[in-house]
Nanobody
Framework: QVQLVESGGGLVQPGGSLRISCAAS????????MAWYRQAPGKQRELVAT???????YYVDSVKGRLTISRDVADNTVYLQMSSLKPDDTAVYYC????????WGQGTQVTVSS
């Protein structure tokens, strides 16, 4: 079973930047569209961004122009570069395939606050 391990979260001020990572225990990026999701306190988990096997990206409107998804196939790692962060971006961030095929990792907490 593939394990997904998210890391890199933390506390950042509004307008700041952060890069979070998701390491997979084996190479899955050639087979699956990968995605970042987030879950804010009291809210349902929501899709944030996706990246296909050929590298095509998609973003929900609320993060367009501020978040960038990328991946390193050789390292089995997918990244989410976040800039111009807002308090509304505060959430636990998770990665998974677009079909949420894999078991969820523990996520990484991103807190945007002054």
């Amino acid at each position: 079973q593939v394990q997904l391990v998210e890391s890199g979260g933390g506390l950042v001020q509004p307008g700041g930047s952060l890069r979070i990572s998701c390491a997979a225990s084996r190479n899955i990026f050639n087979c699956y569209t990968m995605a970042w999701y987030r879950q804010a306190p009291g809210k349902q988990r929501e899709l944030v961004a996706t990246i296909t096997k050929d590298g095509t990206t998609y973003y929900v409107d609320s993060v367009k122009g501020r978040l960038t998804i990328s991946r390193d196939v050789a390292d089995n790692t997918v990244y989410l570069q976040m800039s111009s962060l807002k308090p509304d971006d505060t959430a636990v961030y998770y990665c998974n395939s677009l079909t949420t095929y894999f078991n969820w990792g523990q996520g990484t907490q991103v807190t945007v606050s002054s």
